[in-house]
């Protein structure tokens, strides 16, 4: 139980102690705070998104409480089209095997 006690200390200082300095500042700072972090979240989310070949629109997911993880352990394990293809020749190999063949 004692161990039990440490993480939840731990857990408690990273996350609630940031949280809480924030969260007793004026109600303006607050807010600008948290609206700047939920934009970081779309964009790199919808970045993400892009890069995996999909709508950067379904980033707005992310911004549903519970339905964020879940769409992050989903897109995780969906297949990821700029990963799955073939990699491309470079030009000169291209270029040198064109050649050899009207040889």
Do not use: C, H
């Amino acid at each position: 139980m004692e161990m039990l006690d440490s993480v939840v200390a731990l857990l408690n200082a990273v996350y609630w102690q940031p949280w809480a300095a924030i969260m007793s500042t004026d109600p303006w700072t607050a807010n600008l705070v948290m609206a700047i972090l939920l934009m970081l979240k779309l964009i790199f989310g919808g970045w993400v998104l892009a890069k995996g070949g999909r709508s950067p629109l379904w980033a707005l997911v992310l911004l549903i409480n519970g339905a964020d993880i879940l769409a992050m352990w989903l897109y995780a394990y969906i297949r990821w089209p700029f990963v799955d293809r073939a990699p491309a020749r470079p030009a000169a190999e291209s270029t040198v095997a064109a050649d050899a063949g009207t040889d």
